[in-house]
């Protein structure tokens, strides 16, 4: 059964420092584990055989104890030029999802480049949100740190675009899978791995307190979203039973903190969901609560999910609740395109993949514009 065996360690998810540790314990130099990085970043083969100048011996080691890649592709949904949805299998037979999501000229100009990868960092999510069907399926682990960089390394293969910036919105809560995650964001970060800047990447939670203080103190500049999604103490234990363990003032208690040791201002993610936040009192609170602490507000009306009763507000109750905040100083955007308003939160949606022998297969999320 694929569920017992032994799975080997993929060569996408060690950091240099690993690797030259493990070249060290074989007798072998520094160089060849810029050698390897080089080919695996680089030149991206997808195996050892094709690493011609290294020598047979130790192209045998790293077989033995290394996977070359860790996903497979398995579908990709959506238009070239707008947002893409990338299916990958997981060697235990899972599945897990990264979204492609072009810049809007509309918000960035004509000649923005920025080319966003919306990545997952679990497959499911313990966190129980009652909007997000991720949650409602319950979690099943953690991605490595490999399946976490693969994502990127293999959507830039598949679809010959440069990613340049990260969200770590897809399915999952980030700060639940924190030291892999940071493993990982060592690799996308470095100059001998993907090379992306630790500016280009937002870090998403729901509220983990313990982990946004960890990352204030991770030496590297990324940027932080807070799936807000509520105000008050009433308003956010109602949809995210996190609230219940860390709550409203526990959690800016850590964003004030996050603001002490890093440059990056916060952004408050808030679905707008019909009768359940988007009060425009609960707008108020919240306007006073950005203000604190210097960050910008990301309205997203909310997208219907199959099985969900939840519903969007109309277009000029949003407009309304938006008007509350940028009276009161806040730097807010709300958008309306399909498609984009998935980079505004983490997991929303799970769907369910019929396989050729007829079973059916969990698989992440599929966003449905209402
Ligand atoms: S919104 Fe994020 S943290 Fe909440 S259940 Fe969904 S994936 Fe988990």
Redesign the pocket.
């Known amino acids: 059964m694929i569920g017992l065996r032994v799975l080997k360690e993929s060569i996408t998810s060690l950091t240099k420092e690993d690797l030259t540790a493990w070249m060290k314990e074989r007798g072998e130099t520094a160089f060849r584990s810029n050698q390897v990085l080089d080919w695996v970043w680089k030149k991206r083969v997808s195996s050892f055989d094709a690493m011609s100048n290294l020598s047979e011996p130790l192209r045998e080691k790293l077989v033995e104890a290394f996977d070359a890649r860790v996903l497979t592709h398995v579908e990709t949904q959506g238009s070239k030029d707008t947002t893409r949805k990338i299916l990958y299998k997981l060697r235990d037979g899972r599945y897990v999802e990264s979204v492609l999501i072009p810049a809007n000229p509309a918000l960035y100009g004509e000649r923005s480049d920025r080319m966003t990868l919306c990545v997952s960092s679990?497959v499911g999510?313990?966190?129980?949100?009652k909007?997000?069907?991720?949650?409602?399926a319950g979690f099943t682990r953690n991605l490595t740190a490999g399946e976490i960089t693969e994502q990127i390394l293999q959507t830039e293969e598949l679809t010959g675009e440069k990613i340049n910036n990260l969200v770590f919105?897809g399915?999952?809560?980030p700060m639940a899978n924190l030291d892999n995650l940071l493993k990982g964001v060592e690799v996308i970060t470095s100059d001998w791995g993907l090379g992306i800047g630790a500016r280009r990447l937002t870090i998403?939670?729901?509220g983990v307190v313990p982990g946004i203080q960890r990352l204030a103190d991770f030496p590297k500049q990324v940027r932080l979203a807070i799936?807000l999604h509520g105000a008050t103490n009433e308003t956010r234990s109602k949809i995210?039973p996190?609230n219940k363990k860390w709550d409203v003032s526990e959690l800016f208690k850590a964003l004030n903190y996050w603001n002490e040791h890093k440059k990056q201002r916060i952004t408050l993610e808030y679905i707008l969901i019909k009768d359940v936040n988007d009060n425009l009192d609960e707008a108020k609170v919240l306007a006073s609560r950005a203000k604190e602490i210097n960050a910008k507000v990301n309205l997203i009306p909310y997208n219907t999910v199959e099985g969900l009763e939840w519903e969007r507000p109309s277009e000029t109750h949003c407009r309304r609740f938006e008007k509350e905040l940028v009276n009161r100083g806040v730097f807010t955007t709300l958008r309306f395109e399909k498609g984009h308003d998935i980079d505004a939160?983490?997991?929303?949606l799970r769907l369910k993949k019929e396989t050729s022998d007829g079973l059916i297969e969990e698989a992440p999320m599929k966003i449905k514009s209402s």
């Open positions: 679990q999510c313990a966190f129980g949100c909007f997000c069907a991720s949650g409602l919105m399915m999952g809560e998403s939670t729901s799936s995210m996190v939160a983490c997991g929303q």
